[in-house]
C-alpha cells in the first residue's frame, strides 16, 4: 500500500494521541474518526483534520463507510468487546485495540474467539513494550547482561487518574480494576522479560488518598491508588510491582530492574537512563538512552509511535503481530488475580482465573 488509511474509534485523550502519532509517520493517514460524545468528535476532527462527512457518532458507521485499511481502538475500556466483535466482521480490515484488551479474562476470551481466523493484522497495544529506555533494558537481558534471569522489579510512582468523558475511569466495573486499566502494562513487561508464563499471584493494596472525595450520581469512586504485587513464573522467576498513584513529588515515573546471578540492568523514565551493573567487578555503568528514531514524542516517550511504525511494517509484510491479544489476555489476566488475591487476603494460582 502507497499509503495506510486509518480510522480511530474514541478520540478522548488517547485516541488524540494516537492521531498524533499517526500524523507523524510518512505513509499513513488518518481518514475518518468516531466517537459518541460531540466534543470528543470535535477534537478528533481538529485533530486529523479531516472533512465533515469522516466524523462519524457511531463507530458501525465508521466502518461501514469503507474507508480504511486500518482502525485504532480507542473506546472505553468496558466497550472493547462489543466494539471489538464489530470491527472484526470485516476480516480484511486491520486492526490495533489499545491496552486493556478486555475488563475481564471472559472479555478476553470473548475477542480472541471473533479473532480467530481473522485476515487482517490484528495488533495488542501495549506500548510500554516500545519506550525506549524499557526496550534497551529488554535488549540487555536478552543480550546476557544479566546472567540467568532471578528477579524482576518495576515501579510506578506517578499522579492520580486523570478526568475522562463521563467519568468513566472512577469505577472498578468500567475499567477492569487499576491492576487491570493501569498495570497490564507492567504484567506485560514481567511476562515479556520472564519469557515463561506466571503462575501464581500476591497482592496487596488500597484506596488511601485519591478520590475519596469525589462523588459521581452519589457514588464514590473505588479505584485502588496503592498496592504492592508479587508475580511467581513457572520457570521460577519472582516479579514485584511496585505502584503509588499519589506520588507526583518523583523524579521517574517508572523505574525498572533486572537482575540475575551475573548482573543488574536498571532503567529509568522519562529520565531516559538505563544502569548496568556486574557482580564479579562490583561496577556500575550509566548510559544514556537514545531515541532518535522517534519522530513524535507525546505521552510516552515515543513509544506509541514506534508501535505505529512496526504495525504498519506487519501491515505491508503481511507478517504476525509482534504483540499478540494473547499477550494482552495474559496482562488482564495477571490484573483480575491481584484484584481477587487482594479482596481476598490470599495467594492466588493462575490456574483460578484462566481456568
Known sequence: MDEIRYGV???????????????????????????????????????????????????????????????????????????????????????????PLGTTVSECRRILEA???????????????????????????RSGAVGNIKMIFIREHRFPFLPKVGDWNRFNRFTGGTLVEKCCHFFDLMTLIAESKPVRVYGSGAQDVNHLEERYDGEVPD?????????????????????????????NEQELAVTGDVG??????????????????????????????????GLHEGASYLEHVDFIEAIRNGTPPKVTLEDGLMAVAVGEAGHRSIEEGRPVMMSEVLG
Open 9 to 99: 474509534i474514541g478520540t478522548g485523550m488517547m485516541g488524540l494521541e494516537h492521531i498524533n502519532n499517526v500524523n507523524a509517520i510518512d505513509g499513513a493517514r488518518v481518514v475518518a474518526i468516531s466517537d459518541p460524545d460531540p466534543q470528543s468528535r470535535k477534537f478528533g476532527k481538529n485533530t486529523a483534520r479531516i472533512e465533515d462527512d469522516m466524523v462519524f457518532e457511531d463507530h458501525r458507521d465508521l466502518l461501514a463507510a469503507d474507508v480504511c485499511d486500518a482502525v485504532v481502538l480507542v473506546s472505553p475500556n468496558h466497550t472493547h468487546a462489543d466494539i471489538m466483535e464489530d470491527i472484526l466482521a470485516y476480516e480484511s480490515l486491520h486492526v490495533m485495540v489499545e491496552k
Open 223 to 251: 479505584l485502588l491508588d496503592n498496592a504492592f504485587v508479587t508475580v511467581d513464573f513457572e520457570n521460577g522467576i519472582r516479579a514485584m510491582l511496585d505502584l503509588c498513584m499519589f506520588a507526583e513529588g518523583s523524579r
Open 115 to 141: 479473532a480467530e481466523g481473522h485476515q487482517g493484522v490484528v495488533w495488542m497495544g501495549l506500548e510500554y513494550r516500545y519506550k525506549p529506555p524499557i526496550d534497551a533494558l529488554i535488549h540487555e537481558v
Open 264 to 297: 543488574k540492568v536498571e532503567s529509568f523514565v522519562p529520565e531516559a537512563v538505563m544502569r548496568l551493573g556486574r557482580r564479579a567487578e562490583r561496577t556500575v555503568v550509566e548510559q544514556p538512552v537514545s531515541d532518535e528514531h522517534v519522530a513524535y514524542r
